[in-house]
C-alpha cells in the first residue's frame, strides 16, 4: 500500500465521543487525503492538505476537522462522533494534485459508532 | 464541477469471457480519468489512468481501458475475465486545475467459474 499506514485499523466507539485517525506515509508526498467509503456512495472526499498546515475542505467535511503539523502525517478528527460516520476511511496521497498524477491509498480504518 | 457515473452496481461475467466495467463522466476542460481496483479489506490499487494520446490505455493484470471523447466514457475491459478479478471497481476523473480525484461509486466485478 505505497508506504502508507493508518492507525488504528479498526475502532468501535460511542456516540458523542472524540476520535482521532491517522494518516502515516513515508513517500514523503506533499498532498495527503481522506475519503470515506459508503455502500451507494463509493469514495467521497473528507479534506485533504497540500502541505504542512495547509487543508481544505472536500465534499462531506461537515463534522470532521484536520490538522497536519508534519510531512508525513495526517490527521483526521471526530470531535463528537455520530452514528451516521460510522464508515470505512482511507487516506490516500500523491506527489501532486494536477494532471495525470494518481493517487495512492492506505489500507483503511473501519469506524463503528454506536 | 467534474462528475463520474458507473450506471452498474454489479457485473457478473463467466471465466474467460470477455468484460467490460462502464464508466462515464462530465468535466469542463480536457478530462484525466483513472481506473482503481480493491479488493476484500484493502485499500484501492491503482490500475490504469488515461491522459492524453492513444484513446486505448494498458494496464495492470492485463486490464484495458477505451477512452472515447463523444460519448464522454472510459470503459474498462479484459479480453478474458479470471475469478481473481473478482472485485470492486472504481472510476475516477480530475479536471483541469489542481483538484482531488473525484470517484464513482463503484461496480462490484463477479467472475463466475
Known amino acids: 500500500d505505497a508506504g502508507i499506514t493508518q492507525s488504528p485499523r479498526h475502532k468501535v466507539t460511542e456516540t458523542g465521543t472524540p476520535v482521532t485517525l491517522r494518516c502515516h506515509q513515508t513517500?514523503?508526498?506533499?498532498?495527503m487525503y481522506w475519503y470515506r467509503q459508503d455502500p451507494g456512495h463509493g469514495l467521497r472526499l473528507i479534506h485533504y492538505?497540500?502541505?504542512?498546515?495547509?487543508?481544505d475542505k472536500g465534499e462531506v467535511s461537515d463534522g470532521y476537522s484536520v490538522s497536519r503539523s508534519k510531512t508525513e502525517d495526517f490527521l483526521l478528527t471526530l470531535e463528537s462522533a455520530t452514528s451516521s460516520q460510522t464508515s470505512v476511511y482511507f487516506c490516500?496521497?500523491?506527489?501532486?494534485?494536477?494532471?495525470?498524477?494518481?493517487?495512492?491509498f492506505g489500507p483503511g480504518t473501519r469506524l463503528t459508532v454506536l | 464541477a467534474q462528475s463520474v457515473a458507473q450506471p452498474e452496481d454489479q457485473v457478473n461475467v463467466a471465466e474467460g469471457n470477455p468484460l467490460t466495467v462502464k464508466c462515464t463522466y462530465s468535466?469542463?476542460?480536457?478530462?484525466?480519468l483513472f481506473w482503481y481496483v480493491q479488493y476484500p479489506n484493502r485499500g484501492l490499487q491503482f490500475l490504469l489512468k488515461?491522459?492524453?494520446?492513444?484513446?486505448l490505455v494498458k494496464g495492470s493484470y492485463g486490464f484495458e481501458a477505451e477512452f472515447n471523447k463523444s460519448q464522454t466514457s472510459f470503459h474498462l475491459k479484459k479480453p478474458s475475465a479470471l475469478v481473481s478479478d473478482s472485485a470492486l471497481y472504481f472510476c475516477?476523473?480530475?479536471?483541469?486545475?489542481?483538484?482531488?480525484?473525484?470517484f464513482g461509486k463503484g461496480t462490484r466485478l463477479s467472475v463466475i467459474a
Open positions: 490516500a496521497i500523491s506527489e501532486r494534485v494536477a494532471g495525470g498524477n494518481e493517487q495512492f
Open positions: 492538505s497540500y502541505g504542512v498546515k495547509d487543508t
Open positions: 468535466v469542463s476542460g480536457n478530462p484525466y
Open positions: 475516477a476523473v480530475r479536471d483541469v486545475g489542481n483538484t482531488p480525484l473525484v
Open positions: 513517500e514523503n508526498h506533499r498532498y
Open positions: 488515461y491522459i492524453t494520446g492513444d484513446n
